[in-house]
């Protein structure tokens, strides 16, 4: 009788042959693998203590109250796998389930709720959440699992952030995915949470750590998936086919495909990526943008409490669409409320301007990228999300109404075309500092010299409330460029900081007088520090 290693070394010895070659390829291109995070999953998973068969596997996956599967994101068996546990586990009745995916972003988790409601297509949603240009592994197989989540299960979850391709902040993906996946435990408190995940996230050390602090008494499970040492390991058992092995109390491993067929698969993606010849992808650009102000600013983008801080910045990230998305943006904002005209005005700036933030719909509109306009709408957005995108939920007065209509601020208090007026004020503020300083040569508002007061500011406000939609919105931009050329100057000066113009954009508007005692806030900051170099230069 053979013995276990010679039993090893024949089921092995072709497969090791095929392997190297492949794995050398992938070395060539991709050189990740010599990173420390990446180093720690390959070296946790060496051994195993026993072998299990079906009905152990399924023991196991039913007392667990979350369970991690571990993803090789090249590899269509992982995610069909991943969608029968989801099916057979809601079939057995005893509880519901909910999935939770990296794939997608949380920041898109309201596509991901409009193609559950079927109000979008697989068309749509699979160009919505970019997932050709984010993931760029095979679809078919995923958007399998998705329909089987839509089938069988409670609710279906995006848990990832950017960035993905730094893998410096692969730990910070790791902690806020472990607080979305508390958050949803916390929504569905009955239900399973299963969990599909890059396999190398699923080290001991890793996201199961953080999501055992996050959730000390739920039970977790990690499921891997094809683990090359342990499948050689296997290879040297007795029975034909080893279906799973327990690593620990805490961790399995099953086989649904071989090493050279997870490699192989990877090697044609990477082929497949550097043959890939579309057009531009502005969303990188928007985002680097973003990403840049706000660590200006100061603002941590993984923040998991409101504050000083907003909650999560990186969920809140837009939607970038191009010139190939007309028809798709179009439908988009009639679904959101938004009407032709208005509609056809957002369009007519992106003609102007080459692009534009539309904060109705959380997305940027880009067909040519001009680096002072995009600068602006990124500081734009910015401001938008510090305050919780509130026109996501809310309209806006973009005309002369009366000082006595207005929005409501969720508490039914209404707010005045003259709030209206000055929150405008306050966004073209924010939105020129921020073109400034993310493109000092962005020109300068008309040069005015002239101390700002409020009276001044007051009278302008109702003046622009009197006039038409187009003097509203001008007067707005006007009175805000000049502010925003005022705070500019002072930090050039040093006479403001970073933390300081934070506050500006964490500023909520939301309440009835509350943009106006900003802005006059802002006007008496700017004479006070402008007092000194008056009396400087008289003197």
Known sequence: MSSTTNLRFRRSAAQLHALAGVEREIRAQDTH????????????????DSVLDSQQIQAALHAADVVLIGDYHALPAAQRYAASLLEQRALAGDRPVVLGVETIFARDQHVVDEWWRREIDEAE??????????????????????????????????????????????????????????????????AVILVLFGESHLAPGHLPRVLSKALPDARILTVLQNIDALYWHAAGERADKVEGVRVNDDVLCVFNATPLEKYENYRLFLDQWSRADEGPDFAPTIYNLIVS?????????????????????????????????????????????????????????????????????NSFYVREFQMMHAAEDAARFLHQACQGLPRLADGHITGAQSAESGRSNGDGQRCTAVDEFYARVIEHSVAYFGARVLHPSHPAAPADDSHLSRAACEKTAQAAVRADGDKFESSAQELGYRIGSQIYAAYLAGKVTPGGLRRLFLAHLDEPGIARKVCAAVIAKLRAISRPQARATSA
């Not at 993931?135 to 998705?146: K, Q």
């Not at 993905?164 to 408190?189: N, T």
């Not at 009639?334 to 534009?356: F, H, N, W």
């Open 33 to 48: 693998s010599r990173r420390k995070y990446l180093r720690d999953f390959n070296r946790a998973f060496r051994s195993y």
């Open 125 to 190: 949603l699979r160009q919505r959440i970019r997932f050709d240009l984010d993931w760029g592994y095979d679809w078919s197989p995923f958007f399998e699992l998705l329909v089987s989540a839509r089938d069988h299960a409670e609710a279906l979850y995006g848990l990832d952030c950017m960035p993905r391709e730094d893998l410096r902040k692969i730990g910070a993906r790791d902690r806020h995915a472990a607080v979305k996946i508390a958050e949803i435990r916390q929504r569905h408190p009955n």
């Open 293 to 361: 102000l706000t660590r200006f600013l100061e603002i941590n983008r993984y923040a998991p409490h409101n504050g000083t801080q907003p909650r999560f910045l990186v969920d809140m990230l837009p939607e970038v669409h191009g010139r190939s998305s007309d028809a798709m943006l179009r439908r988009l904002l009639t679904r959101k409320g938004v009407g032709e005209q208005e509609c056809e005005s957002m369009l007519a700036q992106v003609e102007e301007r080459g692009s534009a933030y539309l904060p109705q719909v």
